[in-house]
């Protein structure tokens, strides 16, 4: 599975958002969607993928919730790409959501002065969705053109090209197969 720098860890990152990475931990592969947090310390191996340090967690405790908020996510990231409002039941449990997992931040001096540093020391699986929901509101003030489903495949990203014109969620996962496949095209009709 991790054949390109776009898997690690056995979880892919090509969101350009750690929410949209967190949505496509459920991708479609041959046709099928696979699950890819079965157990809590799936979960934990994501985030360590991610760049955060968690705790080993065994079991599913949590899990079923985290997947639920996910699915819920995946419905409003689909309507913010179609020009559709979010729906008012997702704002509201991410509201609620925000308020029991804040984004907590202290004061850090380092060689070159002072800065904010955020402090994420998740105690349990569901503490996982505090960096989850600070980048889902910053996903759905973005430029909403740029959110988008890969057009090969079911995976989403957020569109950082300087043009805005990215297609594919990835050149190495779904690009490289759409150009071979229109050259093949090409060269049958002719």
């Not at 041959?30 to 080993?56: C, F, K, S, T």
């Amino acid at each position: 599975m991790e054949h390109n720098s776009d898997w690690r860890d056995g979880f892919l990152f090509l969101g350009n958002r750690l929410c949209l990475d967190f949505l496509n931990t459920r991708p479609v592969i041959a046709g099928e969607p696979v699950e890819l947090l079965q157990h809590n310390r799936d979960l934990a191996r994501w985030l360590q993928a991610a760049g955060y340090i968690a705790p080993e967690w065994s079991g599913t405790k949590d899990l079923a919730a985290i997947r639920k908020f996910r699915e819920e996510l995946r419905e409003a990231v689909v309507r913010h790409e179609a020009g559709a409002a979010l729906p008012p039941g997702f704002v509201e449990e991410l509201n609620g959501l925000l308020y029991k997992h804040p984004v907590r931040e202290a004061l850090a001096v380092t060689a070159h002065g002072c800065e904010r540093q955020r402090v994420f020391q998740p105690k349990q699986p569901v503490d996982a969705l505090e960096p989850i929901l600070e980048d889902v509101l910053t996903l759905f003030t973005a430029e909403q053109a740029r959110i988008r489903k890969c057009d090969a495949c079911e995976l989403h990203f957020h569109d950082t090209s300087k043009k805005g014109l990215r297609r594919w969620c990835s050149m190495n996962v779904c690009g490289n197969r759409a150009k071979v496949a229109a050259y093949a095209r090409r060269k049958k009709a002719q």
